[in-house]
């Protein structure tokens, strides 16, 4: 019997000692990156978005929604800017107040305007497939309805009283890449 203990300790031991060391060889080629193997140096690939002026400063009237396209012609690409009256994440401005959104709700593409802007409470809808509201002073989250995601958000740079969008915060509904 203790034979038979012997030599499963002697296999046990030897697996052990196989798995440890090829863990050990695997971390190391891959954090030196040997040439050729393991970790390779790989440049990021970034999308540019156009700068696109969309509105005056002056021109916006505070719970007034304004529909432009961005970022090209394509589907989906409505949106809208709007002077909230209150600061916003994201917000440009003096006040920091004015944001803007892809139009869509992320749940199955309603047109968000088409359910309304609330003043009152700063929010956008209901979307018309399945009542989704969401917050636009908080980087346009959901508050209410089936969305699983906040409606991408449009990033804004004012220059000289213009307001330019610049960029997305989030995918727009019915695309693989906002470009």
Known sequence: MEKKEEKCFSLCSNRRQFLLTSGVATATVVLTGIPGIGAKKVEAVTTGYPRKKIASLSSLKTGKPVEFKYPDNKRYADSFIVKL??????????????VAFNNFCQHMGGKMLDGGYKAADKAIGPCPYHQSTFDLTRHGIIISGHSTESIAQVLLEVQGGDVYAVGMMGLIFGRHSNL
């Open 85 to 98: 009256g209150t600061e916003a994440g994201g917000g440009v401005g003096p006040k920091k107040d004015v």
